[in-house]
């Protein structure tokens, strides 16, 4: 069955660097689902992060994330990465993955940023 799991989150200071994993699997032809990252901090909605359909392609970005944060992927593998760089204590959230095409869409289980001195 489709699944997304997301890795890489933790505990990290202000100012510093994480890279998130989402492995996809049971896709079929990955390439064509366009792939997000979404963020959830305590007490407020889930708001977009990055997007990107194809490599090479256009990149979409939060305002509070540009600059910072990239977005990527790999097709052969089936991963999707977001490289978050300087970070900030307002980066603190769960953040999740999503793939989707038209009618479709998934989510992975979250992983856990935190950034605190």
């Known amino acids: 069955q489709v699944q997304l799991v997301e890795s890489g989150g933790g505990l990290v200071q202000p100012g510093g660097s994480l890279r998130l994993s989402c492995a996809a699997s049971g896709f079929t032809s990955f390439g064509r689902w366009t792939m997000r990252w979404y963020r959830q901090a305590p007490g407020k909605e889930r708001e977009?992060?990055?997007?990107?359909?194809?490599?090479?392609?256009?990149?979409d970005y939060a305002d509070s994330v540009k600059d910072r944060f990239t977005i990527s992927r790999d097709n052969v593998n089936n991963m999707l990465f977001l490289q978050m760089n300087n970070l900030k204590p307002e980066d603190t959230a769960v953040y999740y993955c999503?793939?989707?095409?038209?009618?479709?869409?998934?989510w992975g289980q979250g992983t856990q940023v935190t950034v605190s001195s």
């Open positions: 999503n793939a989707i095409y038209g009618s479709l869409r998934y």
């Open positions: 977009l992060v990055a997007g990107m359909l194809l490599i090479g392609g256009r990149r």
